[in-house]
């Protein structure tokens, strides 16, 4: 029963922000790391960003550009985007380990949402 939902995509011209947010609900007991994806056509899934106890780590190509986030209170997960280029048009994916109150831990994936940088 626990799922991850994600909003915030959409199309935006280079060099412009977005905010993807993602939720995590349903019996949870504890989320350890949680992340971003993004999948370009043809390509392979590639890691984003995450955070776990504090720590981030990003994709060298997105470092000084996007800033991920979180709030525990509220089981939510945020990714600012500034100063977007094309190339970073893709689906971009939640990611979360997260151990539920009758179920062991598990690593969940969302639904994706589309980015798309216009030139």
């Known amino acids: 029963q626990v799922q991850l939902v994600e909003s915030g995509g959409g199309l935006v011209q280079a060099g412009g922000s977005l905010r993807l947010s993602c939720t995590a609900s349903?019996?949870?007991?504890?989320?350890?790391?949680m992340g971003w994806y993004r999948q370009a056509p043809g390509k392979q899934r590639e890691l984003v960003a995450n955070i776990a106890s504090g720590s981030t780590n990003y994709l060298d190509s997105v470092k000084g550009r996007f800033t991920i986030s979180r709030d525990n209170a509220k089981n939510t997960v945020y990714l600012q985007m500034n100063s977007l280029k094309p190339e970073d048009t893709a689906v971009y994916y939640c990611?979360?380990?997260?151990?539920?109150?009758?179920?062991?831990?598990?690593?969940?994936w969302g639904q994706g949402t589309q980015v798309t940088v216009s030139s």
């Open positions: 349903g019996r949870i007991l504890r989320i350890d790391a």
């Open positions: 990611n979360a380990d997260i151990l539920g109150w009758t179920s062991p831990s598990y690593n969940y």
